[in-house]
């Protein structure tokens, strides 16, 4: 088997040629990283029938740990969405904080919407109030782009069951409930500093909002909208018992080890906690028809199928190369570089700001660190969940022309292209800084 500095060659060729493909080629990254997992465990000399092995058991390994949550959080999403669970929570959000706090009101209502709703999706679904809002209250559409956009990023990038997240914890092998209950309020502070952002550099740009329809006219046009705490009970229920299993787990057994904490470990396993989300978000239908458990129910599955595609093929890249002794060589050489939880921060914002997309990049980055964990002292007690986290936010930097969800708010929003690049790609910079800050003070405090 290879060893030495060939080692460190195979490793940068094999992200060179990631990012190659999907950015330059725009190759499919569920290919590029079976190829690339192929190529690295032809090239490190391990046998055939290892190799083989090894992308097996990685590809259905982590299709195993995330299949069934991608699933579920996506179908969640498409029933809030076509509910108008969605519109009733942003409607809510805006009378609680008030009409002079508008940008305010969508940075938290893109943070709540987001948990089960990739930010893409999410942008386009609460865009056409954000215009309407926007028009309203005399606002630029740059201010009130930039507000949702990084309130919906915030959460897509540090959460599961966003995919990104969710198959970073499956291929370093972390509790879901860990990465929930420390990533959900660090995500608040870069939410904020994305709404502060939007405040200070996006009043510089006049963009007018054009709305299709007024405010008024989008109220009517949904009718009566289903409660908001019932609209906010498929979000906060399945969050809530996947903490609770973790707190459980606890060395300290806090609900002991009877009856009720074998219940908690089972409604709490992520899996059955998104499925009953899933049932959580039909009871808001009013109108059953055959579409709601046929088309909505497949549209969820359907939009989950590239995800998991591309999610499992990184499970298979991780797979490989703890297979072969490329982690452990180049986590020991880059220990001695003291940059500790940095290190996964720059990996993943190298590949995100590279080739666009934050889930390759922080999957990608999980398949490269999860084998370094042990050389750089991060492979016990919180130190894996902080790895995600650290992953997370380096994914956030820097979206820009490479990145879809970057034309989505573009597009959505009517931004030219300059415009975008100085009042969003800077926020989602000075986002993913934030959350690395904070991640990194409290990793003095618990690692």
Not at 214 to 241: D, M, R, W
Not at 371 to 384: D, I, K, N, R
Not at 437 to 442: A, E, G, N, R, S
Request: glycine share 12%; hydrophobic share 55%.
């Amino acid at each position: 088997m290879v060893q030495g500095a060939w080692l460190i060659i195979i490793f940068v060729v094999s992200i060179v040629f990631i990012i190659l493909m999907t950015a330059k080629v725009r190759m499919n990254a569920f290919y590029v990283l079976l190829l690339t997992a192929l190529g690295v465990g032809i090239a490190s000399g391990l046998p055939m029938e290892k190799i083989v092995g090894a992308i097996r058991d990685g590809f259905g390994g982590t299709l195993g740990y995330i299949g069934v949550v991608i699933i579920c959080g996506t179908t969640i999403g498409v029933i809030l969405e076509r509910t108008g669970a969605a519109f009733s929570l942003a409607d809510a959000i805006l009378r609680l904080v008030g009409q002079k706090l508008v940008p305010l009101a969508m940075s938290i209502s893109g943070f709540v919407v987001g948990i089960p709703i990739f930010c893409d999706s999410g942008f386009v679904v609460l865009s056409t109030l954000n215009k309407a809002l926007a028009e309203r209250a005399k606002i630029s559409m740059s201010v009130m782009a930039v507000a949702l956009a990084t309130g919906l990023y915030s959460i897509h990038c540090l959460i599961p069951p966003h995919p990104g997240a969710t198959a970073a914890a499956g291929i370093i092998g972390v509790d879901l409930g860990r990465v929930i209950m420390l990533g959900l309020p660090i995500a608040i502070v870069p939410a904020f500093v994305g709404y502060l952002w939007a405040i200070k550099i996006g009043k510089r740009f006049d963009v007018p909002a054009a709305p299709e329809v007024s405010y008024e006219q989008l109220q009517a046009t949904y009718g009566k909208l289903p409660n908001p705490f019932h609209s906010a009970v498929p979000i906060i229920v399945p969050v809530i018992l996947i903490a609770l299993k973790s707190i459980g787990l606890l060395p300290t057994h806090p609900f002991g080890t009877g009856g009720f904490f074998n219940i908690i470990v089972l409604i709490g396993d992520p899996q059955i906690a998104l499925l009953i989300g899933v049932f959580l978000a039909l009871s808001l239908v009013r109108k059953w028809t055959k579409d709601v458990l046929g088309k909505w129910l497949l549209n969820g599955v359907e939009n989950a199928g590239v995800i998991l595609a591309i999610t499992a093929a990184g499970g298979a890249f991780g797979s490989i190369l703890k297979a072969t002794p490329i982690g452990g060589y180049i986590g020991s050489t880059l220990a001695t570089l003291g940059i500790g939880i940095f290190l996964p921060f720059i990996i993943a914002a190298a590949l995100k700001t590279a080739q666009g997309s934050s889930t390759v990049a922080i999957l990608t980055a999980a398949a490269l660190v999860s084998p370094m964990l042990s050389s750089l002292g991060f492979a016990t007690g919180w130190g894996p969940t902080m790895v995600v986290l650290a992953m997370g936010a380096g994914s956030m930097i820097a979206s820009h022309a490479n990145d879809s969800y970057f034309w989505v708010v573009s597009k959505f929003s009517g931004l030219d292209v300059p415009t975008a690049l100085k009042a969003y790609t800077t926020s989602t910079i000075v986002t993913g800084v934030t959350a690395m800050i904070v991640i990194f003070l409290l990793s003095l405090v618990i690692l």
